[in-house]
């Protein structure tokens, strides 16, 4: 079979445009219909002889960006957990668990529809994949510091790219975030796991990501009945370690529960942070004694500015109805107000500058007005380059780390518990994770700055769909394997951008 070009391809993709455009406009042409759009005729199933394709087009530009980056050589370079490879080194089954979430898997048993697609095997230029149980045994040959040692050679990979396409994502400041959250399981052998302070059985694992690229730098698995900050200011340091020397600045973000003051002072020094802190009684009678002209009006931005400047007419309060009928309390908030002051916690020697939100709170009960309600809130920061709105907006743009913590959960599926005790699940999450990392990592290489942007924000299920499930033929000859791609669509074109700029692209092994 004939190879095609690159100049070739791009014709066919132009070509390819043009006859959807054409039928699109022959369509809208043709007015009112007598049928229904879509046809109820007769379909038939046929099995090729020779023809190899498969559904996961993208996953070859994802193969060829690990490669290039370097990173199964990192994997066995410094993981040693096999003692004889039959046939499988630890670099193959690291990106087998990560592949098979990106290929819309949700779990280990998924990989075995892998394993007996010759396709998708060829495309990713392997005779054979590790079975489920293989993939399992794996994780269970994990220590502590295997693991420790596996989040490192993900981590050499994202400064490659920081200093490369990405080196626009981490702009001037680099914010690191964390949180905690709860990954349950039904299972009574899981060992390790233990019950959350909501009455749940499984693991707590903590999850540090950076937010200007969504990546994830750590995730630290912990038993069920682990306090959010638990062991928390190692993996900080670690993280601003990991990404100082790539970023002008480091900005490290937390809730209430990782106002650690006693690492306030070392941390200073190193990067900026903004937290929040608990509003004990103390810190609240001083808010209350600042002067009236203290405090400010805080106005938040709108949620969404349209671009026509048009708006809909909105639609009846429905739940807003019921609450009123029904005689419910209802809070509304009337407005907000900020200031701030210097403050020094018990444990630091230095001071810091604490912004205070004030809330005021309506409260209506049916129809009848009750007394306000007046809540404080509280943020320590270091950033005094900022107004006091600004710190606000940024303590809050960190809740955003709910939605990488959700996608983890049911997009990528990575925060499951499929194998034995607490470590081994702590290897599944680090590989599954990958997967996301891979996302991000291949929307960097985007050409678009634009595109690169999306596609990093964006959810990873889309993310499978648009740059994954591309249909192709896969052409295997001695030195190269050809994914011919059979079912054009706009995405594609991305795809092959990213592909190209990733061929084209010699990632640096050292970094500095």
Request: with cysteine.
């Amino acid at each position: 079979m004939k190879r095609i070009s690159h100049r070739k391809s791009r014709k066919n993709s132009a070509r390819r445009k043009r006859k959807v455009r054409a039928r699109h406009a022959r369509a809208r042409r043709r007015g009112c219909r007598p049928k229904p759009v879509f046809g109820a005729g007769m379909v038939h199933y046929e099995i090729g002889a020779r023809t190899s394709a498969m559904s996961f087009g993208g996953i070859g530009a994802v193969r060829r960006l690990v490669a290039k980056l370097g990173l199964a050589r990192e994997i066995d370079r410094h993981l040693e957990l096999l003692q004889r490879h039959l046939p499988y080194h630890e670099s193959d089954h690291v990106p087998d668990i990560a592949y098979n979430l990106l290929c819309g898997g949700a779990r280990l048993e998924d990989l075995n529809g892998l394993r007996h697609d010759a396709a998708y095997m060829d495309a990713l230029g392997a005779e054979l994949i590790p079975s489920p149980t293989a993939a399992g045994d794996f994780t269970r040959r994990f220590s502590e510091s295997g693991v420790i040692e596996l989040m490192e050679c993900v981590n050499a990979a994202g400064p490659k790219l920081w200093r490369g396409r990405g080196r626009d994502l981490p702009g001037p400041v680099a914010y690191v975030d964390m949180d905690g959250t709860l990954a349950p399981t039904l299972g009574r052998k899981k060992a390790g796991m233990d019950m959350s302070y909501k009455k749940v059985w499984g693991y707590h694992p903590l999850v540090v990501s950076l937010a200007n690229t969504d990546e994830v730098l750590y995730v630290v698995n912990r038993p069920g009945n682990a306090v959010s900050h638990s062991g928390a200011a190692e993996w900080i340091d670690r993280a601003i370690g990991l990404v100082a020397p790539y970023a002008e600045r480091v900005c490290v973000r937390g809730d209430t529960d990782f106002s650690l003051t006693v690492n306030f002072d070392r941390w200073s020094e190193k990067a900026d942070f903004i937290f929040g802190y608990d509003a004990q009684p103390a810190i609240v009678a001083r808010a209350e004694a600042l002067e009236a002209d203290a405090w400010t009006r805080l106005e938040r931005e709108p949620r969404h500015v349209s671009p026509t400047g048009a708006t809909r007419s909105k639609r009846p309060d429905e739940k807003g109805r019921i609450v009123r009928e029904r005689g419910y309390v209802n809070k509304r908030l009337n407005h907000e107000d900020v200031a701030e002051y210097d403050y020094r916690p018990g444990k630091c020697r230095g001071t810091y500058r604490m912004v205070v939100v004030r809330k005021n709170t309506g409260k209506m009960k049916g129809e009848l007005a009750l007394v306000d309600e007046i809540r404080y809130f509280f943020h320590i920061t270091t950033r005094r380059d900022l107004g006091a709105a600004e710190v606000v907006r940024l303590a809050n743009a960190r809740c955003d780390r709910e939605n990488v913590i959700e996608q983890l959960k049911n997009g990528v599926n990575a925060l499951r518990v499929p194998v034995y005790d607490l470590v081994s699940n702590w290897a599944y999450m680090v590989m599954a994770a990958l997967a996301w990392n891979l996302k991000s990592f291949l929307a960097m290489m985007m050409h678009l700055k634009a595109d690169r942007r999306r596609y990093v924000a964006m959810e990873f299920r889309r993310f499978v769909r648009e740059m994954i499930l591309v249909p192709c033929q896969v052409i295997r000859r001695a030195r190269r394997t050809t994914l011919r791609i059979i079912g054009w669509r706009p995405t594609t074109d991305r795809l092959f951008s990213a592909w190209r700029t990733i061929e084209r692209t010699a990632f640096q092994t050292g970094f500095g």
